[in-house]
């Protein structure tokens, strides 16, 4: 799966996006778990409107998976705090590796 990086305006990686393609969570949920390292803390209900579809932990550090606005072509993955930019690459890399089979 593509990943594209997000950087802050001093250069340093705060996250990726991947492409949206109407992915429902359970499916987004069913990815990450097939990546070595992650494990899903939490889901979003189904017909929430929460934009975080999804909270998972990497080589014990906390992701969110979300939608802003709650209309993108596009979901973030990142967090509201502060991750070392060798870290998120670490999961962008390993998303890239991983097949994608979505089933929704």
């Known amino acids: ?19 949206n393609n109407f992915i429902s969570t359970s499916a987004i949920s069913r990815f990450i778990i097939r990546i070595p390292g992650c ?19 990497y080589k014990e550090t906390e992701f969110q998976v979300w939608e802003p606005f709650g ?7 990142g967090s509201d705090k502060e991750i070392n930019e060798k870290i998120i690459l670490s999961l ?13």
């Open 39 to 57: 494990n899903v803390i939490s889901k979003r209900k189904v017909f929430s409107n929460n934009e975080i579809h999804l909270t998972f932990n």
């Open 92 to 104: 962008s890399n390993a998303i890239q590796k991983t097949k994608c089979y979505f089933i929704f």
């Open 1 to 19: 799966m593509k990943t594209f990086l997000l950087n802050s305006e001093q250069g340093i990686c705060k996250g990726f996006e991947i492409k």
């Open 71 to 77: 209309d993108n072509s596009r979901l973030h993955i």
